[in-house]
């Protein structure tokens, strides 16, 4: 080994990190990598892995200190993840390149983050902080309902919740407490307003903003990201707004040399705070949209930094949109994963992420870890983008085991939440409800499906409507022809069509629903056994 080489420890070697074990080995530096996981998707990249629990600091410090004593350690850095205390802890004790461990834990701890804004006068929401012993007599909050409660020190969405008034509190409070190392939570007022996503590097005290992407949040009350857009299309003056207040807050907080990433609202009067990181931004901005949108490579600088080493030339190299959209299921076990490659092939797209297989459990999401995997764009044109990320996205399908009971809930339990994959008109559902659940095939017209043939309806007025995972409800149908057409009829297929749970189940989970209700009744063996599984769906339990 060149007595010249560079030694990094990188925390994480996950989907995340991968963007920085790769930019390491090609700038030619010594990598050595820390992760739980020991199939890790980067383990290999590395030239040294050992499985350690990320939360264990003292292992953590010991490993580091022995190769620094060994062989040499020159720098630690984590993006992604929310252990930038780990990295500050070790850098800290060991004289390496770093923020101080107090500025970690302020940027960690979103409790400390808010106080220290108030403090200093960065605008930020109202809020208390609280631990468990605190549920049966909260302090009195003293902003306005809404509220959101979210533990103080977890990511990804993870337990966070919108509340609409005192009486919802406890229960979302002791939901954000199974999230939280610490024990504690955070509830803060609702932030009304478009949120937009911030990266910047800290150089010598100087911030240097790799420019602002629009988040796309939905199904509240939970807050899913299905995807951000970078760069941001918002007003110059709101695009201003968002990144004064953002440096406000790195400053607020003390990262003089490092990362920050920025979750930063705009309520029309102005920017307002909702969270500052001491790191790269996870959800597949730091290390894809970005550059591939501006054209600089944001982590190999960044990883500069934590060597000590000056970031380089930050300016962008060209003015390209990338989008990346999420891709979900409703609930069930995965059978199956299809399309992939079709939505690599989208011109346009650059990356097909995945985190479902064939026996993977499946929930409708309620953080961003629940979901099933991602898909990145990046074209000289905005439309083209976002065209191009979510027509690959509606390209996959997660196939579920037939006759799951999640699944059956889900679609027939009559829950009022999550919303139905399409929002369709009054005029369109009292149809299907006006439909039989089942009928004969000489009953009506019929609709061929492959396979399968089921109760014929127009929905023409549904025609513009897409679901989550940007299919409309006449590419549904057409998805399902595609994968049931070398299949053979089922022996009850000459008896009778399905009629009203067909329909109810694509409107509700879209290709999906669809697809497992006639994947379930093909294995009924019996006309009268189909009847009889239709009017067990048709109860409404």
Known sequence: MSGTQKTIMILGAGTMQIPALGTAKKKGWRVIAMDGNPRAPGVGIADIFEPVDLRDRETLLERARFYQETSGLDGIFTAGTDFSVSVAFIAENLGLPGIPLAVAQNATDKARMRELFALRGVPGPAFISCRRGDLDRLPAFPGSFPAVVKPVDNMGARGVQMVQDPSGLKAACEKALAFSRSGSVIVEEFINGPEFSVDALVWQGRIHAFGIADRHIHFPPFFVELGHTFPSRARKKVLADVEEVFRQGIEALGIDNGAAKGDIFHTGGGAVVGEIAARLSGGYMSGWTCPYACGVDITGAAMNIALGLAPGDLSPRRAWTSAERAFISIPGTAAGIGGLDRALGVPGVQDVFTRAEAGSPLKFPENNVEKCGNVISALPERAGAVAAAQKAASLILVRLEAGNRETR????????????????????????????????????????????????????????????????????????????????PPAWAHSLVPGRVFWQALVRGGLQGALWVLDTLEQEKTAENVCKRIKEWDARD
């Open 409 to 488: 809930a889900f679609l027939f339990g009559n829950r009022p939440w999550p919303p139905p994959a399409f929002a369709v008109p009054e005029s369109l559902a009292r149809r299907i409800e006006e439909l039989p659940p089942w009928l004969s095939p000489g009953s009506g017209q019929s609709l061929s499906l492959g396979a399968f043939r089921v109760a014929a309806l127009d929905c023409g007025e549904a025609r513009g409507l897409k679901d989550w995972n940007h299919r409309s409800l006449g590419a549904s149908l057409a998805a399902l022809a595609a994968a049931l057409k070398k299949r053979d």
